[in-house]
């Protein structure tokens, strides 16, 4: 059974950086993409990025490139997620999904909620 | 930008709800890989549905999905009080943003 275990809850200052990390049990962890998926208060998911461990090959989406970055570890099965360059309207719940294939999101991550906060 | 969902549904117990979900020819209508979660605050979201109409082990059979061109919908069936919660739609998008999610619709069970 596959289970993701996230860091706990993180508060920043604007303009400041935050890894949150997310580590896999069960499963196979280096051919499945690991996404990052945010929800911030009031809003709906929002797809940020994927890693698939085994290549190291990492896909953005377009409003988070240049400040996202995804990477994985094999050796741990832990990918992490930095984001950069910190706003208020970056204040969310932050997800690490992994997929099975299909584009899809069958096992998640209990959620870090990222408060940034001057 | 996400895929347009109604922002609210209702129904009553035992009755049945459709919730849409709008893409375009780049995403919904492109490929067959439309997923739907289910949200209840506070926890991570699951998956009910995937590649448009595939139900994972586990979830009941009353929920169902189905695609029209550039619309994707999602009916729960014999609406129970459990199934109140928010629901998403996503999709693949192309090399671009490989996956985009709907804006999430509310769904009460009244």
């Known amino acids: 059974q596959v289970q993701l275990v996230q860091s706990g809850a993180e508060v920043k200052k604007p303009g400041s950086s935050v890894n949150v990390s997310c580590k896999a049990s069960?499963?196979?962890?280096?051919?499945?993409?690991i996404s990052w998926v945010r929800q911030a208060p009031g809003h709906g998911l929002e797809w940020m990025g994927r890693i698939i461990p085994l290549l190291g090959t990492t896909n953005y989406a377009q409003r988070f490139q240049g400040r996202v970055t995804i990477i994985a570890d094999k050796s741990t099965r832990t990918a992490y997620m930095d984001l950069s360059g910190l706003r208020f309207e970056d204040t969310a719940v932050y997800y690490c999904?992994?997929?099975?294939?299909?584009?899809?999101?069958?096992?998640w991550g209990q959620g870090t909620l990222v408060t940034v906060s001057s | 930008s996400a895929l347009p969902q109604p922002p609210s549904a209702s129904g009553s117990p035992g009755q049945s709800v459709t919730i849409s979900c709008t893409g375009t020819s780049s995403d919904v209508a492109g490929y067959n890989y439309v997923s739907w979660y289910q949200h209840h605050p506070g926890k991570a979201p699951k998956l009910i549905i995937y590649?448009?109409?595939k139900r994972p082990s586990g979830v009941p059979d009353r929920f169902s999905g189905s695609k029209s061109g550039n619309t994707a919908s999602l009916t729960v069936s014999g609406l129970q009080a459990e199934d109140e919660a928010d629901y998403y739609c996503?999709?693949?998008?192309?090399?671009?943003?490989?996956?985009?999610f709907g804006g999430g619709t509310k769904l009460t069970v009244v």
């Open positions: 996503s999709s693949y998008a192309g090399s671009n943003n490989l996956v985009v």
């Open positions: 590649e448009v109409s």
């Open positions: 999904a992994r997929e099975s294939g299909k584009w899809d999101l069958p096992h």
């Open positions: 069960g499963g196979t962890f280096n051919n499945y993409a």
